[in-house]
């Protein structure tokens, strides 16, 4: 691929963003806030989430603070057990 091409590209996306980046970066908070409110009503906190799923608390941590994507495996785990936990 041409250099010139690539650059300008790249620099495109420096100046006015990603907009695909930005998408995701905002479904990944409002699932973030949807997993924690629904931990709240459960009476749930991240240590008991990463015990049901299987996962250390930081990863769980990284999830509810939005700095990390969740795989559809990770909502389907997740899904499951909120549904499971009363």
């Known amino acids: 691929m041409n250099t010139q091409k690539e650059d300008l590209v790249s620099n495109w996306i420096l100046e006015n963003g990603n907009p695909a980046i930005e998408k995701l970066t905002k479904v990944n908070l409002a ?46 785990q997740i899904t499951n057990a909120l549904e499971t936990e009363s």
Do not use: M, P, R
Not at 43 to 69: F, S
């Open 31 to 76: 699932t973030a806030a949807k997993v924690s409110l629904l931990l709240t009503q459960k009476g749930l906190n991240a240590n008991t989430l990463a015990h049901l799923v299987d996962t250390q608390i930081t990863e769980v941590n990284k999830w509810l603070n939005g700095k990390h994507n969740f795989s559809e495996k990770i909502l389907t």
